[in-house]
């Protein structure tokens, strides 16, 4: 008989008897689909910051900051600064013949989160007249736009949907007064959407401020970086550095992306060990009670290579049933979800609203895991069976 018809068959008898075996069994299906649910669960968190960082920068936009500045809350770019950052080589122009480019700065607002009542500070973004015509992403859902001068306010609908008082007509409480909500906004679900936009006139009188935090440029095209970026730089006036909008964001998220890799894999490690070991005692048990049968197979010129290889398809499909289960529960429970990160108490760091995604990478990642603890897991009793002489076996069992 052959190898392969020798393994076949072993496999398919190994597979009738499951369900006299169906305590064990599933001691490994749900071992690994909680160690491939938590593990995908926690990436989960790191894949959606990461896409709606990745959603947010633009290589055909740039952002001036302040020369050292870490980052749009630490920057402080003058009024005088402006002229010279919009009349430098490579800026697009409007239909007007306008530069496209948006003086903003940040505030804080403290709001209250829907799913728990706590505190939390949003970013209120005060932008000038061409914001839109630079974030072309961006669309007005509900309501109207805010009108310039006036303690009026659009939100983003990551927003809306994570913080209390943000729908059409919400009052909410800066350091001036009430500023009122007359719209709601869409942006691909980027960072943006985490925020409350505002004209910058108007917050800058309300927080008496004469400077802003940053310049958002739409360039002509992305070959027109270098060049405005050497003209600011060479400009003796100017004590200010110039990014890619992407290039910002993402060396700006690496910190937090890390902290998050980090978490998800170490707790997927631990969770892969325990796992592995519970498949290891399992599959020994299973082995030890079909040791009659195993002895008989190999008693009438069974191979040893086709016990060991039947063990190990047993102990694979039952970890790749775990790990269907568990992509499955993470997928219903999770993919889409909308989170957001802690912020602090004092409002330096704003929350940012995200969804959780489950991203065909990490369901790879979750079967290749199973698999991996399946086949440790049945390796050694497998080659255990496979060596222990037929009148051992018999008198083990």
Do not use: C
């Amino acid at each position: 008989m052959r190898i392969a018809t020798q393994i076949a068959a072993v496999t398919l008898l190994n597979l009738r008897t499951l369900p006299e075996r169906i305590g064990n069994s599933l001691v490994v299906v749900i071992g690994i689909a909680g160690v491939v649910g938590v593990l995908l669960a926690a990436l989960a968190v790191a894949s959606g910051f990461r896409q709606t960082i990745a959603n947010t920068g633009r290589t055909d936009r740039a952002i001036v900051l302040t020369r050292g500045a870490p980052s749009e809350s630490a920057s402080t770019v003058s009024r005088e600064s402006l002229i010279s950052i919009a009349s430098a080589p490579g800026v697009a122009m409007n239909a007007a013949g306008k530069p496209l480019v948006s003086a903003e700065l940040l505030a804080m607002a403290l709001l209250t989160k829907q799913a728990d009542g706590s505190d939390a500070f949003v970013t209120i973004r005060g932008v000038g007249a061409e914001a839109f015509g630079i974030r072309r992403e961006m669309r007005l859902e509900e309501g109207r736009m805010f009108q310039a001068g006036l303690r009026e306010l659009i939100v983003g609908r990551s927003a809306q949907r994570q913080f209390a008082g943000l729908n059409l007509g919400d009052r909410v409480r800066l350091s001036d007064g009430d500023w009122t909500v007359v719209g709601v906004f869409s942006s691909g679900a980027d960072s943006r959407e985490s925020e409350l936009f505002a004209d910058s006139g108007a917050l800058l009188s309300a927080y008496r401020r004469n400077a802003f935090n940053s310049v958002t440029v739409q360039l002509s095209s992305e070959r027109s970086f270098l060049p405005f970026k050497d003209s600011l730089l060479q400009n003796p006036q100017l004590v200010v550095d110039v990014w890619r909008e992407d290039e910002y964001f993402s060396s700006l998220s690496q910190p937090l992306n890390r902290i998050l890799k980090l978490v998800a894999y170490g707790i997927g490690f631990i969770m892969t060990i325990g796992a592995t070991f519970g498949a290891l005692n399992t599959m020994h048990f299973a082995v030890r009670a079909r040791s009659v049968e195993i002895a008989t197979l190999r008693a009438i010129g069974f191979s040893g290579v086709a016990i060991v290889v039947s063990i190990l398809v047993e102990a694979v499909l039952l970890a790749q049933l775990g790990a269907l289960i568990g992509v499955t529960i993470v997928y219903v429970g999770f993919d889409g979800r909308t989170i957001s990160t802690i912020g602090d108490t004092v409002g330096n760091n704003p929350q940012l609203v995200y969804s959780l995604v489950i991203e065909p990478a990490l369901v790879v990642l979750g079967i290749a895991l199973a698999a991996a603890i399946g086949l440790v897991g049945g390796l050694l009793p497998g080659m255990r069976a496979a060596r222990l002489p037929v009148a051992a076996a018999l008198r083990e069992n």
